[in-house]
């Protein structure tokens, strides 16, 4: 079955410089690969996602992720972050046409970005 | 947040207590599932309906019942709860659960206490 780590409990960093959230997974066959972010006292908002195509993704708020299929990671970085970014990241992962179910979708456990001022 | 709803935001219960989560999307969607979120874990499928169908049931005990009346609305029917059952619980929904590269829209989500 796939599964998803995010190494990092917490990043900090400061507002105007680079973050980088990292993930990496686990799948037997290809994988979907989806980040959400979840702002206090909300639902997950969905960021961005790679299906195939382009290994570098672009999505909202001026986040992007690079799909590395030789370390099996899906970084999510910003080149400049804000103090308005501050929130708990999620990445999913999807295994297509490996064992088990192509629509079960298994979250990592979060990693909790606070960039200060 | 208007295109998924879920109602109460807030729930405090006692384990013999019987009470139900809702959960309505505004998106057009056919696919809706519910999660389990508990603090430094990851988030847990519970159930999975595709045009009103239940597609998936990860062994979620049988005091958590959903109920799917129509594709707009989701409920999780709650009785003789554990503590260990509190927790935040999403909803969410998408385009058919069949095509797999479709995001997920969630909701704020109800934060249950058992008592």
């Known amino acids: 079955a796939q599964s998803v780590a995010q190494p990092e409990d917490q990043v900090n960093v400061a507002e105007g410089n680079p973050l980088t959230v990292k993930c990496t997974y686990s799948v037997s066959g290809n994988p979907y690969l989806f980040w959400y972010v979840q702002y206090p006292n909300r639902g997950l908002q969905f960021l961005l996602k790679y299906i195939t195509g382009d290994n570098l993704v672009k999505g909202s708020y001026g986040f992007e992720a690079e799909f590395n299929k030789s370390q099996t990671s899906f970084h999510l970085k910003k080149p400049s972050a804000l103090v308005s970014d501050s929130a708990l990241y999620f990445c999913a992962v999807r295994d297509i046409g490996g064992q088990g179910n192509n629509n079960d979708m298994r979250f990592g456990a979060g990693t909790r970005l606070t960039v200060k001022p | 947040e208007t295109g998924v709803t879920q109602t109460p935001r807030h729930l405090v219960m006692g384990m013999t207590n019987k009470k139900s989560l809702k959960c309505e999307q505004h998106?057009?969607?056919?696919?809706m599932y519910w999660y389990k979120q508990s603090a430094k874990k990851p988030l847990e499928l519970m159930f999975v309906?595709?045009?009103?169908?239940?597609?998936e049931n990860n062994s979620v005990p049988s005091r958590f019942s959903p109920e799917c009346p129509n594709s707009s609305h989701l409920f999780l029917h709650l009785h003789t709860l554990q503590p260990e059952d509190s927790a935040l619980y999403l909803c969410?929904?998408?385009?058919?659960?069949?095509?797999?590269?479709?995001?997920?829209?969630f909701g704020p989500g109800t934060r249950l206490t058992v008592l």
């Open positions: 309906y595709n045009f009103k169908e239940q597609t």
């Open positions: 969410a929904s998408s385009l058919s659960s069949g095509s797999s590269y479709n995001e997920q829209f």
């Open positions: 998106l057009g969607h056919n696919a």
